[in-house]
């Protein structure tokens, strides 16, 4: 019998079809989120508390602050009647840069306020919130949430008004609401248990009908294999080799992202990360 040389699959045959696609996935879950009704429940299930409005609504801000500083953009930049502001994160990706990530998220959006001619002492209360597929810190928690406390005196909070919460879509610890639970196992599983996870499956199912969304997919999948190709000229122009040497590697063990990453030059702190742990397995 003749060998058949087997087929060697790159990122972008792993690239979901549009039909696939599911409320966990960047560009589903932003399209999911530009219904405000939803983005508020969301918002609502999560922190516990009801919110009368979302005034202001953004998928996809953002933020330059000038030349010389990172810029970032935001998956779901919101705002309700109280002036909280409200940044909703889908995250598939877990490594040890999330916390910091969080940091410089804050970082810039109270950057961007104080441009806008905010004093210190008006700086909106903000939560940062991150939907993680995986658990970012391998507690089995449903949830985390992070506040700046007093070492000394827990019970004396700094009173800076910043929120960071990470939602675990693999928790089973944890004092968290039946709705929460029901959210996360939805992220988990993809299978509606309520009447807010079958109302982010009705829409899922409005967006793939949409022959606008279906276009704009086809664009957003064009982008990423230009960045992609961006990405391995300038590793070419660079004569950065290691760069693809890792990608490679990256790539046939399974971690897609991160070899998508390591492409992006602006991820210049995860190269190095990545590059010492492949030269660490790759000793000999």
Not at 26 to 48: H, Q, R, T
Not at 78 to 89: F, H, S
Not at 187 to 195: Q, R, Y
């Amino acid at each position: 019998m003749k060998n058949v040389r087997k087929r060697k699959y790159t990122i972008m045959d792993k690239i979901k079809n549009f039909d696939e696609l599911q409320f966990v996935d960047d560009f589903m879950f932003g399209a999911v989120m530009k219904k405000a009704e939803l983005c508020k429940e969301l918002l609502e299930i999560i922190l516990n508390m009801k919110i009368s409005n979302i005034e202001y609504l953004e998928q996809q801000k953002t933020i330059d602050l000038c030349l010389e500083a990172k810029g970032v953009r935001l998956d779901v930049y919101a705002e309700d009647e109280n002036q909280t502001v409200y940044n909703i994160e889908m995250q598939t990706n877990i490594n040890d840069n999330l916390p910091k990530r969080t940091r410089y998220y804050q970082g810039i959006i109270d950057m961007d306020l104080l441009g806008k001619g905010i004093e210190y002492k008006n700086l909106k209360k903000s939560f940062i919130i991150f939907l993680c597929t995986e658990d970012p810190f391998t507690e089995n928690s449903y949830m985390y949430t992070f506040e700046n406390r007093c070492i000394e005196k827990l019970d004396l909070p700094l009173g800076d008004e910043t929120v960071k919460i990470f939602l675990n879509a693999n928790g089973t610890t944890g004092k968290v609401s039946q709705e929460v639970r029901n959210l996360t196992r939805y992220m988990h599983t993809h299978n509606p248990t309520d009447e807010f996870t079958c109302a982010l499956e009705a829409e899922i199912h409005k967006v793939r009908a949409n022959e606008e969304y279906r276009r704009d997919y086809m664009l957003y999948s064009l982008k990423l294999h230009e960045q992609l190709e961006k990405g391995r000229e300038e590793g070419r122009k660079e004569g950065q080799l290691e760069i693809l040497t890792v990608y490679h590697w990256l790539e046939s063990t399974g971690r897609e992202e991160e070899a998508i990453a390591i492409l992006q030059i602006q991820n210049e702190d995860l190269r190095k990360k990545l590059f010492s742990e492949y030269k660490e397995t790759n000793h000999d």
